[in-house]
């Protein structure tokens, strides 16, 4: 299974290009495309409604539209109550006014959606083809750092719960065998719900970040033949570059014979940038400006390299 991901400048015209990619891809393979940003138009591009997630537009095409804010209030239910059950024997640092706080703090919306790429990247293997059409760049490339930062501290977290259990077993062998069950401590490793939790997440952060970085992941900058375009694309590959993530494909958007001198400068720039990296160039269609007069996911030129 291979994963897309459309990334780029807002309106640049990643949601029209992923669907583009997906409608052509579909003709030969079973695809999947789910759109990640808040404000998706995905059901708008191929003209229908999307319920409850998901929808079937052909036998071979599935379109589907992740409800940010339902996500991030189940992640957030899910997370309270492991949390409140793990630390009930803490209920004098009040604990219950601390997560009705929680969904108020910055990261809660990435945590959601990372949580939706990895379900949907471990469930869906039914799929040939799985694109994801990302929210305008800064978000995208939040959310694409997290699992590498979420290692990081999931490996100190687990440090310092064993630390905290060695102690434990020290303290326990100096009082020795201890009358009440409820005062015993865990303290074998194997037996620590905490471990055990954070070592279930480390499992699933480290699965992610392979898929993420992997041979089959490919990441698509979309951009267009202007200046403000082309300054926030470098920043973007720069970006994905220093997380280690895998830039495959460039897509030079809406060009014009008016802008196609202009056209040509930003590709040898994005080409410095990129060296071994193939630019596709994708005229500005009547057709996807007007839904009148044919779909707007129909794009003349091909999207996706033969190779993919
Ligand atoms: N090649 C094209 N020819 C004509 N119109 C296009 C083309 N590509 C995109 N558009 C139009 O440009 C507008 C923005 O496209 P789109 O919604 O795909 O951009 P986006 O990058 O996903 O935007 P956002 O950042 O808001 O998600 C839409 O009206 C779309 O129909
Ligand atoms: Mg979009």
Redesign the pocket.
């Known amino acids: 299974m291979k994963i897309l991901f459309f990334t780029g400048k ?2 640049v ?4 290009m ?1 669907a583009a990619a997906a409608w052509q891809l579909s003709q030969k393979a079973r695809v999947l495309i789910v ?1 990640l ?1 808040p ?4 059901g708008d591009i191929f003209g229908v409604v999307i319920k409850n997630g998901k929808k079937k537009f052909t036998k071979t095409l599935f379109l589907s539209e992740i409800n940010l804010k339902k996500l991030s209030r189940e992640y957030l239910e899910r997370e309270t109550d492991v949390l409140s059950s793990t630390y009930s024997y803490l209920k004098i640092l009040n604990l219950d006014s601390y997560f009705s706080i929680l969904k108020y703090s910055p990261g809660i919306e990435e945590y959601a959606l990372l949580t939706s790429i990895e379900k949907t990247i471990r469930d869906e293997t039914g799929f040939d083809y799985i694109i994801f ?4 760049t800064g978000l995208t490339l939040r959310f694409l750092a997290l699992p590498r930062v979420t290692i990081t501290w999931i490996d100190r977290l687990m440090q310092i719960r064993r630390q905290i259990l060695e102690k434990r077993y020290t303290i326990h062998r100096i009082r020795g065998t201890l009358d009440s069950e409820e005062t015993i401590l865990d303290y074998k490793e194997a037996d620590d719900d905490i471990l055990k939790r954070l070592e279930k997440l480390s499992d699933n952060y480290h699965a992610l970040d392979g898929a993420l970085r992997g041979s089959d992941c490919h990441v698509v900058v979309v951009f267009n033949p202007d200046i403000l375009s082309l300054k926030e694309s470098k920043r973007l590959i720069e970006g994905l570059s220093e997380l280690h993530l895998p830039l495959r494909l460039l897509i030079d958007n809406k060009v014009t014979e008016a802008n196609s001198e202009m056209a040509g400068y930003v590709e040898k720039e994005m080409k410095g940038m990129a060296k071994d990296v193939s630019i596709k160039r994708i005229q500005l269609a009547n057709t996807l400006l007007d839904g009148r007069k044919g779909t707007l996911y129909d794009v003349p030129e091909s999207i996706i390299p033969d190779s993919w």
């Open positions: 807002g309106g015209g990643k949601s029209t992923a759109s940003d404000a998706h138009n995905l059409d990302t929210p305008p």
